[in-house]
């Protein structure tokens, strides 16, 4: 290829993996795995991916499309997410396939998205706007936290904190679906350790009308979408 000598002397060697990957024919989608080390540059290595093969909905121009609000353009009554030209992050797109299949209405609710990251919280939330719901991001610096969760009708937790959401926090009847993949230690199970949610599935499970499992519940749709990012 024309500049493979300057990229190689130029760019880490990841990326220069990556982006000879995003040139390659028989490539369809690329994905990588983050986080990744800490002396990897993330955002330098997300750039090397041609947008229509970054299947994880990362790249940045990928993001400028669902910011854009592209999805609900004028003369767009509804859509899908066969039907936009852009890729959108697949535990994001997973969380809204969960709420449409299992028949929650997002328009005209009330949703708190729990965190702020790229990969979840800042997509999942403009997902939810764009399906005209009324959103709130919480975080770390939110004051009273449990009284914003309080008041949706519809709550995504993805901050990473086990157990954080309790059952006390919900609305009767509450929509919850659980983003959270947390190790805890547990001497009973032959690993030493169990896996947990952000939320309390006991406690939240006897408020919430309905709720996902940690692990099982997020974590399969995720895969589904990355593969259907990667057929689309």
Avoid at 56 to 75: E, I, R, S, W, Y
Avoid at 144 to 151: G, L, W, Y
Avoid at 155 to 184: C, F, H, Q, T, Y
Wanted: hydrophobic share 40%; aromatic share 6%.
């Amino acid at each position: 290829y024309d500049g493979c000598v300057f990229l190689l002397l130029f760019l880490p060697s990841l990326c220069c993996y990556v982006y000879f990957l995003s040139l390659d024919p028989r490539v369809n989608g690329i994905l990588v795995q983050l986080p990744l080390p800490p002396h990897i540059n993330e955002g330098a290595v997300l750039h090397r991916i041609v947008p229509d093969k970054d299947v994880d909905g990362l790249h940045p121009l990928n993001v400028a499309q669902l910011a854009n609000t592209k999805t609900h353009a004028p003369g767009r009554s509804s859509w899908s997410f066969d039907a936009i030209d852009f890729h959108v992050s697949c535990t994001p797109q997973g969380c809204i396939e969960l709420l449409d299949r299992s028949g929650v209405v997002i328009e005209g609710k009330e949703a708190v998205v729990l965190g702020r990251s790229n990969i979840v919280g800042i997509p999942v939330a403009l997902l939810l706007m764009q399906r005209n719901a009324t959103v709130t991001i919480a975080h770390s610096r939110t004051k009273d936290i449990e009284a914003t969760v309080r008041r949706a009708d519809i709550v995504i937790a993805a901050v990473g904190r086990p157990e954080m959401v309790r059952g006390s926090w919900l609305k009767p009847g509450a929509v919850l679906i659980d983003v959270g993949i947390n190790s805890v230690d547990d001497s009973t199970d032959k690993r030493g350790y169990r896996l947990v949610g952000d939320a309390c599935f006991s406690e939240c499970r006897e408020v919430a009308s309905k709720i996902t499992p940690v692990p099982g519940g997020v974590g399969p749709m995720t895969i589904a979408m990355l593969l259907r990012n990667t057929v689309n």
